[in-house]
């Protein structure tokens, strides 16, 4: 059973950094696109970062130049670094399997002073 579990959501000021790390189970990620999604309170769930088998990155344009994604087959865990935080990142933020065969529940980052 292919399980994914998100951390690293929290609590930071504008202008802040946070880390997010979705680890995988049951499937091997150096053979998976994998992808980071948020949701903001009252919208629609949007594509943040993603990642493929072949290590090709798409980033959304909102997030260009402050977040980086990258992953570690060895640890089957990829990672979104998020810099330069604004209060219009706020979110819940999910991890996702193969453009969504599977996702995570979520972790909250809220971006307020």
């Known amino acids: 059973q292919v399980q994914l579990v998100e951390s690293g959501g929290g609590l930071v000021q504008p202008g802040g950094s946070l880390r997010l790390s979705c680890r995988g189970s049951?499937?091997?990620?150096?053979?998976?696109?994998v992808g980071w999604d948020r949701q903001a309170p009252g919208e629609e769930r949007v594509l943040v970062a993603r990642?493929?088998?072949?290590?090709?990155?798409q980033y959304a344009d909102s997030v260009k130049g402050r977040f980086t994604i990258s992953r570690d087959n060895a640890k089957n865990t990829v990672t979104l670094e998020m810099t330069n935080l604004k209060p219009e990142d706020t979110a819940v933020y999910y991890c996702n399997l193969n453009y969504g065969i599977a996702w995570g529940k979520g972790t909250l980052v809220t971006v307020s002073s």
């Open positions: 049951g499937i091997p990620f150096s053979h998976s696109t």
């Open positions: 990642i493929t088998s072949g290590s090709a990155i």
